[in-house]
């Protein structure tokens, strides 16, 4: 009987893409989320980013198991992801709008002997290649229940994004690192955190609290909340954690979430671990705590929702620095793609799909990260570990130059051309150059055309990738 009402309400739903799923069709963004929320998502998304020249595309859950029937209903959004990325102008970034509750994930289980478990939005997203996983586009999640909880984390993603209120974040990056149980290695999680430190660029302030009680940066609960009223930009913590804690002695739960005052400038976590992340309690989730809370609490996080090994996340996060502060533009989803696709291609095989890819993006992957304007680090690929990669253009939008970056692992005779999305040529950048091996930057200059999104398109030998940006006048 539950079956024939889904099919039912799927039937007699108005369709909000206007045309079907199946024909090809164009968009930036693609957001999937359920019919209740498109209103909130019209109003105080949509118009947002088509304001800055994105194009936006909503699609509900209703509209896809119309086309794509399935019992299962993660094997229908696959479906329709995969046809998606056949469109005329695919999407750059996905959006799932709606809490596991309205909008599944698709689960993913590790192969033996490693085991475990993900509820896992990357898979939407990824395809696979001689046994190695890759992301194609980022996709984040914002994963609400209600329309008043969509519209209190849309306001802080926009607020955030304007940056007005910069001045007011105390410091850049808080680090915490978590002691672990008696039979850890305690040293473990400081490790990670003085590595992550020494990536920062010397211009950026932080602060550090150690729970070992043996370290110089010790710090207790108190100490915590002290730090958190002082405003830092990006939280990261290293660490023991479930859904509901960090660390074996709850150094923050969610519980404190109520208790937190003082605090109206949100943050960005990274680190903690969100294990049955989607199909828990959301009262009982920190992450969903903290982002659905209004003005305060967290802005968007990078979260495990599987089992994750401590030295794994350290890979990770150290590249999610590096791509961060390596002059690209940094939008979240951005940093996280490439994040991702630059682990090596042993890390990205099947013992690391719940291990890697269950990390999540918990917000929107298109979001502008306020990083204050500093000056780019002085952080580049060693030359043993260059791959083919291109960036994405900073800034982004422009008017009416921007700067495209890309990286060459071997000396290539390079092309880098310019298209409308009509697939019409614009400019020509670089025409048959000969460069080296390593990292190249290019200007474009769009004082010549109107404004718009437009495709840049670099060849070099056998690899080929394109990109989006869009020129706002």
């Known amino acids: 009987m539950k079956s024939f009402l889904a099919l039912f309400m799927v039937f007699t739903v108005n369709t909000v893409l206007g045309t079907s799923l199946k024909e090809s069709n164009s968009a930036d963004i693609l957001v999937i989320t359920r019919q209740k929320f498109v209103q909130s998502i019209t109003t105080n998304y949509k118009t947002w980013r088509e304001a800055q020249g994105f194009d936006v595309k909503i699609v509900t859950l209703e509209e896809i198991l119309t086309e794509f029937p399935s019992l299962q209903y993660f094997n229908s959004i696959k479906e329709f992801m995969d046809v998606a990325f056949n469109w005329y102008t695919p999407p750059q970034y996905v959006l799932l709008v709606g809490s596991f509750r309205a909008l599944p994930s698709y689960p993913i289980s590790a192969p033996s002997p490693i085991g475990g478990s993900s509820d896992m939005d990357n898979y ?86 150690d729970l070992d009680s043996s370290s110089q940066f010790y710090g207790t609960r108190k100490n915590l909340f002290d730090f958190l009223q002082r405003k830092p930009v990006f939280l990261y913590f290293a660490g023991l954690s479930n859904a509901e804690l960090w660390g074996h002695e709850g150094i923050l739960a969610s519980v404190d979430i109520d208790s937190i005052t003082n605090i109206n400038t949100p943050f960005f976590i990274l680190g903690s671990l969100c294990e049955s992340f989607y199909n828990s309690n959301p009262q009982n989730i920190l992450i969903q705590r903290f982002l659905c809370e209004p003005e305060k609490g967290a802005f968007s996080a990078i979260a495990s929702t599987g089992l994750v090994f401590t030295n794994q996340f350290d890979s990770l996060a150290q590249n999610i620095f ?57 952080i ?94």
């Open 124 to 209: 939407y997203v990824m395809d696979k290649e001689d046994d190695v996983f890759r992301l194609r586009i980022p996709i984040g999640r914002i994963p609400v229940d209600t329309a008043e909880q969509l519209d209190a984390v849309l306001q802080k993603l926009r607020h955030v994004e304007s940056k007005k209120d910069i001045d007011q974040y105390g410091f850049d990056f808080l680090f915490i690192a978590d002691d672990g149980p008696p039979d850890y290695n305690i040293d473990v999680f400081e490790h990670q955190v003085e590595s992550l430190v020494n990536l920062l660029p010397a211009n950026q302030s932080w602060q550090r609290m």
């Open 322 to 378: 590096k791509e961060m502060f390596r002059g690209s533009s940094p939008r979240l989803g951005d940093v996280f793609l490439g994040a991702i696709n630059s682990l090596d291609k042993e890390l990205r095989g099947e013992s690391g799909l719940t291990h890697f890819f269950s990390f999540s993006i918990i917000g929107d992957p298109c979001l502008l990260l306020p990083l204050q304007i500093h000056a780019r680090a002085d």
């Open 380 to 473: 580049d690929k060693d030359q043993s570990e260059l791959t083919f990669e291109l960036k994405q253009n900073y800034p982004n939008p422009f008017n009416p130059r921007t700067t495209i970056e890309f990286f060459l692992a071997s000396d290539e005779i390079v092309d880098l051309k310019v298209y409308n999305v009509r697939g019409q040529p614009i400019a020509t950048l670089l025409s048959k150059k000969l460069l080296r091996a390593g990292a190249h930057s290019i200007i474009f200059n769009g004082s010549h055309v109107a404004s718009g999104s437009f495709i840049y398109k670099i060849s070099a030998g056998e690899f080929q990738q394109a990109k989006r940006m869009v020129l706002l006048k």
